[in-house]
């Protein structure tokens, strides 16, 4: 299994911590950044293949991560328009790292361990992190379930059977391929700054997508002071 970080934008909700720094480098610890936690929790769980988007500051983050965990298979595809183009781009440049089943995670995620082996261990072949609430965060991407399964996953949704979608997935090599080529086709288009979610929005009635839900346990998006600011007190917490 390969592990894809997307890593390449500004963070420009954090400004002024991401004025010259990649959000990734941001610290959450006194001996950790964010993805330094990200990385050692795949570690954790015995991956030794990592491919990581960079951009915005790409020679910082390529530096720090080769210094930190120099025993990891890591490799770095460089977003080099990523002022002008979203994550959806990032990922298609990935095309040609990956040949195998993978997990997609966002570089500004802040998790529990136990979260991503719950999801690596879950039956399923494609699987993503849903909390077991309806709805609540405004700014964060939700997801639509309906019998058992993930019919739709954008920002936007709303009613019942809508819930907190994390950016945590797992897919098979075919299904993730599906995913891809239906990206290289928003980007043939010239949608470059949409979500990647638009395209796998597409072919899930093609694909089986099913949530792994989880209850309290942390897991959040850092897009702003403030969600920096409740990161940090829940992790001094755990």
């Known amino acids: 299994m390969t592990a894809i970080i997307l890593a390449s934008g500004t963070g420009s909700r954090l400004k002024p911590l991401t004025d010259a720094l990649p959000k990734g480098l941001i610290s959450l610890t006194a001996e950790k950044t964010i993805i330094d ?35 990891l298979d890591i490799q770095y ?49 494609n699987a993503v992190l849903i909390k077991n609430k309806q709805s609540h965060i405004v700014k964060d991407f939700k997801a639509r379930v309906r019998d058992g399964k ?11 059977n809508v819930f907190d979608s994390m950016p945590i997935y797992k897919f098979c090599r075919e299904d993730f391929r599906r995913w891809m080529n239906q990206i290289e086709q928003c980007i043939n288009n010239k949608k470059v700054n949409c979500y990647a979610e638009e395209a796998l929005n597409l072919v899930l009635p093609k694909l089986e997508l099913f949530p792994e839900f989880f209850e309290d346990e942390l897991c959040m998006e850092i897009d702003t002071l403030e969600d920096l600011k409740e990161a940090k007190e829940q992790i001094a917490r755990l």
Not at 45 to 51: E, F, L, S
């Open 37 to 71: 936690r990200i990385i050692d929790s795949l570690r954790g769980q015995g991956i030794q293949k990592i491919v990581v988007t960079t951009g915005f500051e790409d020679r910082k983050l390529s530096q720090h991560i080769a210094h930190n965990f120099s025993d």
């Open 77 to 125: 595809c460089m977003n080099d328009q990523f002022e002008s183009t979203g994550y959806i781009y990032s990922l298609w440049l990935t095309k040609d790292f990956v040949e195998d089943d993978i997990l997609l995670l966002h570089a500004d995620l802040v998790f529990e361990n136990a979260l991503l082996n719950k999801l690596i261990l879950s039956q399923a072949k």
């Open 150 to 160: 993930v019919v739709e996953i954008n920002v936007d949704l709303k009613g019942e």
